[in-house]
């Protein structure tokens, strides 16, 4: 059963750095890409940028400045972080599979919230 | 960058009602769309992916149709689980996401 699980700070102060964590399950990080999306609080769905199966990294143009995409294939983990934290950062991250079917599948979602 | 425009934002239908969802594209983007399903507070669901194939477990009442700039999404006959925000993702040229449009039932 294909699982992806979102986990990281509820609250990240203005100028920080933000450090989410998906935890995947029922698929190999060396099968498929894994992709982090983000909906700003009163806006749309973005791509933000994508760990491959491969390894390679590729960033959505505007925020590649402040992201970075790694990850733990022991853990079945990929990491998020992304500086400079402003108060419209502020929404739901999600992470998802791809590129088989476009994304297929899809965590939860984690909330961050960011204010002084 | 490829702009994807929804429509409509909201829809109020009746159970048994048939629905439709419309997401066109900027420019050319062959059958690579997909269409989610989401409830609140749960992960989106893939309802169906590359304009017209239906994702495994999908009830049969959902379609999609379309390609190119034009697609749709039809629920042929509305029922009450099918409450949620519907939203489309085009991943021709990198991925952009439709604005989403919230079903409910009258």
């Known amino acids: 059963q294909v699982q992806l699980t979102e986990s990281g700070p509820g609250l990240v102060h203005p100028s920080e750095t933000l450090s989410l964590t998906c935890t995947v399950s029922?698929?190999?990080?060396?099968?498929?890409?894994v992709y982090w999306v983000r909906q700003p609080s009163g806006k749309g769905l973005e791509w933000m940028g994508r760990?491959?199966?491969?390894?390679?990294?590729s960033y959505n143009s505007a925020l590649k400045s402040r992201l970075s995409i790694s990850r733990d294939t022991s853990k079945n983990q990929v990491f998020l972080k992304m500086n400079s934290l402003q108060t419209d950062d502020t929404g739901t991250y999600y992470c998802?599979?791809?590129?088989?079917?476009?994304?297929?599948?899809w965590g939860q979602g984690v909330m961050v919230t960011v204010s002084s | 960058d490829i702009q994807m425009t929804q429509s409509p934002s909201f829809l109020s239908a009746s159970v048994g009602d048939r629905v439709t969802i419309n997401c066109k594209a900027s420019?050319?983007?062959?059958?690579?769309l997909n269409w989610y399903q989401q409830k609140l507070g749960e992960a989106p669901k893939l309802l169906i992916y590359?304009?017209?194939s239906l994702q495994t477990g999908i009830p049969s009442r959902f379609s999609g149709s379309g390609s190119g700039t034009d697609f749709t999404l039809t629920i042929s006959s509305l029922q009450p689980e099918d409450v949620a925000t519907y939203f489309c993702?085009?991943?021709?040229?990198?991925?952009?996401f439709g604005s989403g449009t919230k079903l409910e039932i009258k």
């Open positions: 998802t599979r791809g590129p088989n079917k476009g994304f297929d599948y």
């Open positions: 029922g698929f190999s990080l060396t099968g498929y890409s």
């Open positions: 760990m491959r199966y491969n390894g390679d990294t």
């Open positions: 420019q050319n983007i062959n059958r690579y």
């Open positions: 590359n304009a017209n």
């Open positions: 993702l085009q991943h021709n040229s990198w991925f952009t």
